[in-house]
């Protein structure tokens, strides 16, 4: 009998459902939701860097792709469905009360931004962040930040946490604890009524959180305290255990299946960020750098316990036993901004439109002209030689997740002459995201790690052939992209069917369900040798800027 499983992957924009066989991997069905409160801007001020999310968001979308997918289906797959796995963005934390509810669901913070969920891309907690790295230079010669690239980010939850306890004296005293997107959903679907009693994903703690077994899980209290007596007492209201993705986290409650339209209470997987799943969905090995390619970039590896044995990889976003595959060791990095950055050049280049939209267009119209425009700049550009132009430009526009966090810096675009116009520095900013690559390749390099090639996933990778040829060129290895456009919610699906009891392990899971590739782009050896020295330029400015 055919067995089938439910993949939630909440987005930055939405959420996507996909209903899969276990058997073959073959996507069912699907549905997606865009949440409405984000949708309008709403809890977001993008001049200080803050972007907050509501429950409800979360909630609401949930229910609409769940729904529509159990009310499309034949009664005899919908008795057959086995399991459910979710992933989402991260690092993204929540206040919540000591039942484990997010205190943006009562009615005294339903419109307070601070008790809501901060995305990853807030950036509102540089000053903590800084204040966490300063106490653990100094923190009596034990770095609690080594297993996470030794720099501690204001995109994770402790900087986040901290930012929120200082600036909103309400939600400090209503908060018991905080959670992560992708353990509250599990916690919401079993009936978790005890914020203790929330099981926490290996993924988000290590990466994100400091958490190791070396350190009997989190930072000491002490340590808290040295960082800002706020924290005090704060991890013994967190959490010690920590759990990977192939765990079940408990069993549906009858009122969710009862929401969801299910016949029975189904097992509910350990969550994990999108990233990490996607990587599993995607076909990850060892020796492949996987890419998702989003608003961001997520580079995630799996490298065995021999290789990683006393090696430590500076300026990443951590290596963590088991964050991606079980029995291997996950690693981590990324680039702050990707398709942002292109989508930042879209809206500057056609915002006279919006001086005469209220005139002459509708909003549906306008984008669709603005997407217009930017596949015009991508075919305009794909005829640019990289040796015809001389523009270099920095991709940190929201800041530099990889190598070494910092969220101080910005971008650039350098060289410009009355000549440059608009193909030119579209292609100057692909050129750049591609050297942000090469850079995250070069770390990894640098401490003994082999990639043979990198494999990418998202919607920039299968839309942008320029984008995937450039960066095999500057990276100088083959880019496979892989063929399914779900692959974040499928690698959720393969835990699914591990917690679901299909398979033993998520190794026998991925063989059967990830996807398969599409295309492969190789490099060209000719512009293999011009982006060298154009990469060389690009690391030579950055340490000019970062000097600045």
């Given at each position: 009998?055919?067995?089938?499983?439910?993949?939630?992957?909440?987005?930055?924009?939405?959420?996507?459902?996909?209903?899969?066989?276990?058997?073959?991997?073959?996507?069912?069905?699907?549905?997606?939701?865009?949440?409405?409160?984000?949708?309008?801007?709403?809890?977001?001020?993008?001049?200080?860097?803050?972007?907050?999310?509501?429950?409800?968001?979360?909630?609401?979308?949930?229910?609409?792709?769940?729904?529509?997918?159990?009310?499309?289906?034949?009664?005899?797959?919908?008795?057959?469905?086995?399991?459910?796995?979710?992933?989402?963005?991260?690092?993204?934390?929540?206040?919540?009360?000591?039942?484990?509810?997010?205190?943006?669901?009562?009615?005294?913070?339903?419109?307070?931004?601070?008790?809501?969920?901060?995305?990853?891309?807030?950036?509102?907690?540089?000053?903590?962040?800084?204040?966490?790295?300063?106490?653990?230079?100094?923190?009596?010669?034990?770095?609690?930040?080594?297993?996470?690239?030794?720099?501690?980010?204001?995109e994770w939850f402790f900087a986040k946490m901290l930012h929120i306890l200082r600036n909103d004296e309400k939600v400090r005293e209503a908060a018991y604890s905080f959670v992560e997107h992708c353990d509250y959903i599990?916690?919401?679907?079993?009936?978790?009524?005890?914020?203790?009693?929330?099981?926490?994903?290996?993924?988000?703690?290590?990466?994100?959180?400091?958490?190791?077994?070396?350190?009997?899980?989190?930072?000491?209290?002490?340590?808290?305290?040295?960082?800002?007596?706020?924290?005090?007492?704060?991890?013994?209201?967190?959490?010690?255990?920590?759990?990977?993705?192939?765990?079940?986290?408990?069993?549906?409650?009858?009122?969710?299946?009862?929401?969801?339209?299910?016949?029975?209470?189904?097992?509910?997987?350990?969550?994990?960020?999108?990233?990490?799943?996607?990587?599993?969905?995607?076909?990850?090995?060892?020796?492949?750098?996987?890419?998702?390619?989003?608003?961001?970039?997520?580079?995630?590896?799996?490298?065995?316990?021999?290789?990683?044995?006393?090696?430590?990889?500076?300026?990443?976003?951590?290596?963590?036993?088991?964050?991606?595959?079980?029995?291997?060791?996950?690693?981590?990095?990324?680039?702050?901004?990707?398709?942002?950055?292109?989508?930042?050049?879209?809206?500057?280049?056609?915002?006279?439109?919006?001086?005469?939209?209220?005139?002459?267009?509708?909003?549906?119209?306008?984008?669709?002209?603005?997407?217009?425009?930017?596949?015009?700049?991508?075919?305009?550009?794909?005829?640019?030689?990289?040796?015809?132009?001389?523009?270099?430009?920095?991709?940190?526009?929201?800041?530099?997740?990889?190598?070494?966090?910092?969220?101080?810096?910005?971008?650039?675009?350098?060289?410009?002459?009355?000549?440059?116009?608009?193909?030119?520095?579209?292609?100057?900013?692909?050129?750049?995201?591609?050297?942000?690559?090469?850079?995250?390749?070069?770390?990894?390099?640098?401490?003994?790690?082999?990639?043979?090639?990198?494999?990418?996933?998202?919607?920039?990778?299968?839309?942008?052939?320029?984008?995937?040829?450039?960066?095999?060129?500057?990276?100088?290895?083959?880019?496979?992209?892989?063929?399914?456009?779900?692959?974040?919610?499928?690698?959720?699906?393969?835990?699914?069917?591990?917690?679901?009891?299909?398979?033993?392990?998520?190794?026998?899971?991925?063989?059967?369900?990830?996807?398969?590739?599409?295309?492969?782009?190789?490099?060209?050896?000719?512009?293999?040798?011009?982006?060298?020295?154009?990469?060389?330029?690009?690391?030579?400015?950055?340490?000019?800027?970062?000097?600045?």
């Open positions: 009998m055919e067995k089938f499983v439910i993949g939630i992957d909440y987005g930055t924009d939405s959420c996507r459902a996909v209903l899969v066989n276990t058997e073959n991997g073959n996507i069912v069905d699907s549905e997606v939701f865009y949440y409405l409160r984000w949708k309008k801007g709403l809890y977001c001020n993008p001049e200080i860097f803050q972007y907050r999310q509501h429950p409800l968001d979360y909630i609401e979308s949930l229910k609409e792709t769940v729904k529509a997918i159990t009310g499309r289906i034949d009664r005899k797959i919908l008795e057959n469905i086995i399991a459910i796995s979710v992933d989402t963005t991260g690092s993204t934390p929540c206040a919540i009360n000591e039942e484990g509810v997010p205190l943006a669901l009562t009615s005294e913070f339903s419109e307070n931004p601070n008790a809501m969920f901060i995305l990853w891309k807030d950036h509102t907690s540089i000053k903590e962040a800084e204040d966490i790295n300063d106490t653990t230079k100094n923190w009596k010669g034990l770095n609690y930040t080594k297993y996470i690239g030794g720099v501690y980010s204001s599990p916690a919401l679907l079993t009936g978790v009524k005890n914020a203790e009693d929330i099981k926490r994903s290996r993924c988000a703690a290590g990466h994100k959180a400091m958490w190791n077994k070396e350190f009997d899980g989190l930072p000491s209290n002490e340590y808290f305290k040295a960082i800002d007596p706020l924290l005090d007492g704060i991890a013994d209201r967190l959490f010690k255990d920590t759990y990977t993705s192939d765990y079940c986290a408990g069993e549906m409650t009858q009122e969710w299946a009862d929401e969801l339209g299910l016949l029975s209470r189904i097992k509910v997987g350990i969550g994990a960020f999108d990233c990490h799943m996607g990587a599993v969905g995607g076909n990850i090995k060892q020796g492949s750098m996987l890419k998702v390619m989003g608003t961001s970039t997520c580079d995630v590896m799996v490298e065995d316990y021999e290789t990683m044995d006393g090696v430590l990889v500076e300026g990443i976003c951590g290596q963590v036993d088991g964050s991606v595959v079980p029995g291997m060791i996950g690693l981590e990095a990324g680039q702050s901004a990707f398709g942002d950055v292109y989508d930042w050049f879209k809206k500057l280049v056609s915002y006279p439109l919006k001086l005469m939209s209220s005139e002459k267009y509708a909003e549906s119209e306008l984008e669709e002209i603005e997407d217009k425009i930017l596949l015009s700049l991508e075919e305009e550009a794909s005829k640019i030689s990289p040796s015809e132009s001389s523009l270099v430009s920095l991709d940190w526009i929201n800041g530099r997740r990889t190598p070494y966090a910092n969220q101080n810096l910005k971008g650039a675009i350098t060289g410009i002459s009355l000549a440059t116009d608009a193909p030119i520095v579209y292609r100057s900013l692909i050129e750049a995201t591609a050297f942000g690559a090469r850079a995250i390749a070069d770390r990894f390099k640098e401490c003994g790690i082999k990639i043979d090639d990198a494999i990418a996933i998202g919607g920039v990778a299968k839309k942008s052939p320029l984008n995937m040829q450039i960066c095999a060129n500057v990276m100088n290895i083959p880019i496979k992209v892989c063929e399914s456009e779900q692959c974040v919610a499928l690698g959720a699906s393969i835990f699914a069917a591990v917690v679901g009891g299909v398979y033993d392990d998520a190794l026998h899971a991925q063989k059967k369900m990830a996807s398969s590739f599409e295309k492969i782009y190789y490099p060209e050896e000719d512009q293999v040798e011009i982006y060298e020295e154009l990469y060389k330029k690009y690391l030579k400015i950055g340490m000019f800027f970062e000097k600045l």
